[in-house]
Structures are given as structure tokens and as C-alpha cells.
Nanobody, 115 residues
Framework: QVQLVESGGGLVQPGGSLRLSCAAS????????MRWYRQAPGKERDLVAT???????NYVDSVKGRFTASRDNARNTVYLQMSSLKPEDTAVYYC?????????WGQGTQVTVSS
């Protein structure tokens, strides 16, 4: 079955950096589009970044120039490098894949940006 396991969240000061990881299994990772979403308290879950099987990326405007998505197809892992973090980046971050007519999510990892 499809499994996505995020890690790497934590508490960081404004201006700091974190790298999130998402380990995937149960599907052919190398030919799958992977997505990162985030959900802040009381808000909807929003798309943050998309990465194609070949590594092409797209980002929501609010994170452009600060976040970088990447992937290691040999390790079935997708990453989100986050820099210049702001308090408004505080959210639970989720990894996502759409496969087999389904929409799959990890358990999420909390990112808190606060001084």
C-alpha cells in the first residue's frame, strides 16, 4: 500500500532553515509527481510545491526564492529545503501523491517559526 512518512519538522527562529523529508513506498516513486502541502491552524490545506519525476518544480508565490523541493529517486524520498523562514510559514507540512485513482497523504510534520 502507498505510504508516505514525513520527518524533519521542528521549532526554528525567524530567518532560520529546516529540511523536510518524505519517504515513500508502495508505488513507483520515480515516475510520480510529488507535492508538498501545508495547513496552518484554522486554515485549509494549501499546495506549497510540486516536483515532477524529472525534478522540475513549481512553487506557490509566497515561498518562491525561499523553499526548494528536490527528490532522490534512488532513495524514494522527496525533500523540502526551507530557508528564510517566517512566522507565517508555521503549519503542519504534508507530503502528497496521487496514484491508483487515490490521493495519499503522510501523517504530517509540524513546523513552528517563532522567536
Amino acid at each position: 500500500q502507498v505510504q508516505l512518512v514525513e520527518s524533519g519538522g521542528g521549532l526554528v527562529q525567524p530567518g532560520g532553515s529546516l529540511r523536510l523529508s518524505c519517504a515513500a513506498s508502495g508505488f513507483t516513486f520515480s515516475n510520480s509527481v510529488m507535492r508538498w502541502y501545508r495547513q496552518a491552524p484554522g486554515k485549509e490545506r494549501d499546495l506549497v510545491a510540486t516536483i515532477s519525476p524529472g525534478g522540475s518544480t513549481n512553487y506557490v508565490d509566497s515561498v518562491k526564492g525561499r523553499f526548494t523541493a528536490s527528490r532522490d529517486n534512488a532513495r524514494n524520498t522527496v525533500y523540502l529545503q526551507m530557508s528564510s523562514l517566517k512566522p507565517e510559514d508555521t503549519a503542519v507540512y504534508y507530503c502528497n501523491v496521487r496514484k491508483f485513482a487515490g490521493n495519499y497523504w503522510g501523517q504530517g510534520t509540524q513546523v513552528t517559526v517563532s522567536s
